[in-house]
């Protein structure tokens, strides 16, 4: 049965290497494939995507280690408790970290700290390679993954200590993953058409995914959610300039009632465009002698491709504001709204899928996996109202004492804050 199974699977893993080959011109009936998802990377799908890029790589992204006996090889300093309680997943809400993260703090409770200063796993993160730095891998990653629904890290290994030195982006849609006889994948190919293909094996590459219910190899990206209507709003554009350039008829259809020679005809053509043809022209009336009828031959504009609607399908399917795409948005209350929905919706769970890959495949090469975590910033900004009448309750109420609401707030103790209250 497993055999089967894979036998089915690989037959889809091979159409993004098939589909690669297509002639050029793209159509919504035509099948998604990750060349033409990258050629679709403009207008709306561009601001959609770098919204949520810049946004995950702006995030700050921490080490964190374990509390151990001895000297430390690394500064460090405690975390907060506010800070805490995020990595602890201990909020009122649903506003917590990926499962790794929690999974290793349910284990080490509050034994552990905060590295400070230069480590090796975050100075290659934050270099990543002579090509990109560690921003710019960070966006492009998360372009790659909305995309084409895959992002590719190749870690190049120091070969003498056997440790990452630089982390190159591949091109995701120049990547065909390898089912496997014996395992799941034997690795990957990588090459654009035409070019060498070059061979790598499955530790050599981490691959991020997003959920696909037709292949378990590739992703589906956020551009294969909005294909058909991608498509729609492609081909409204197309008629629209075809319209433009007058491609398909003229304006105006001028019946001369009464009976004209050709010469007539034609010279008569010339002293209407003459004096009427031009931008400047707009506003001008011609006046002439005999019966003659004017027909307009426009029609009403259709409504396929509407730019309303494809701006919604797509921000809905990248999980972006309206409001946050459209710079002159009136409703700014409301905009303040769906920006937290935004960052708590969209941003977090990226934030969560990249921190648990970094996790599971990125600090094993660093042999510190055991010790070590990464972890982003809380991207939700916190209410504060809330917050604060949160700890004057539980002060007033004598569960928190106020040196501990203090710490929350990162204020310093004062004598005798460490008293709880009668309730």
């Known amino acids: 049965m497993l055999a089967w199974l894979k036998s089915r699977w690989t037959r889809h893993a091979r159409r993004n290497l098939d589909q690669q080959y297509f002639a050029s011109g793209w159509s919504p ?3 998604f494939d990750s060349s033409q998802a990258i050629a679709q990377f403009g207008s709306w799908v561009y601001a959609a995507a770098m919204l ?10 921490r080490l964190y280690v374990r509390r151990r006996p001895g000297r430390k090889l690394f500064h460090t300093r405690s975390v907060s408790t506010q800070k805490m309680r995020y990595l602890a997943g201990d909020r009122h809400d649903s506003i917590r970290p990926s499962r790794g993260v929690l999974r290793k703090i349910a284990d080490w409770r509050s034994d552990f700290e905060e590295v400070t200063e230069a480590h090796p796993a975050l100075d290659v993160l934050s270099v990543s390679s002579a ?3 560690g921003l710019e891998s960070a966006v492009l990653r998360m372009l790659y993954l909305q995309i084409t629904g ?8 120091h070969t003498a200590i056997h440790r990452p030195q630089e982390l190159c982006v591949l091109p995701s849609q120049w990547v065909t993953i390898l089912p496997g006889k014996q395992q799941w994948i034997d690795g990957y190919q990588y090459g654009s058409f035409g070019s060498e293909k070059r061979f790598f094996a499955l530790q050599e590459i981490i691959h991020w995914k997003l959920p696909n219910l037709e292949n378990p190899y590739y992703g589906q990206s956020r551009v294969e959610a909005a294909w058909s209507a991608l498509g729609l709003h492609d081909a409204k554009r197309q008629m629209d300039i075809a319209r433009f350039d007058n491609h ?23 002293q209407v465009d003459a004096k009427l043809r031009g931008v400047r022209q707009s506003g001008k009336f011609i006046t002439i002698s005999g019966d003659v009828q004017a027909t307009p031959l426009n029609f009403p504009p259709d409504v396929i491709g509407d730019t309303n609607r494809v701006l919604e399908e797509i921000a809905a399917c990248f999980g972006v504001p309206i409001s946050k795409l ?11 709204t769906a920006d937290t929905a935004w960052m708590r919706d969209t941003i977090l769970p990226y934030c969560r899928l990249d921190e648990e890959k970094l996790n599971e495949a990125y600090l094993p090469l660093f042999g510190i996996e055991e010790d070590a975590f990464l972890a982003y910033d809380n991207p939700v900004p916190e209410d504060r109202r809330y917050a604060l009448q949160r700890r004057i309750e539980y002060v007033r109420s004598g569960i928190m004492s106020r040196n501990e609401a203090r710490a929350e707030e990162g204020l310093p103790p004062i004598p005798g804050g460490d008293e709880l209250q009668q309730a």
Do not use: C, W
Not at 150 to 157: E, Q, R, S, T, W
Not at 258 to 264: C, F
């Open 131 to 133: 090509h990109h730095n």
């Open 326 to 336: 459209l710079a002159n948005d009136p409703n700014k209350a409301g905009a303040q």
């Open 150 to 157: 895959n992002a590719y890290l190749h870690p190049v290994m």
């Open 52 to 61: 949520n890029a810049q946004t995950v790589a702006s995030i700050p992204l």
């Open 248 to 270: 398909a008829r003229p304006d105006y259809l001028l019946i001369v009632k009464q009976g004209a020679t050709t010469e007539a005809l034609d010279r008569f053509e010339r």
């Open 29 to 31: 009936a035509r099948a």
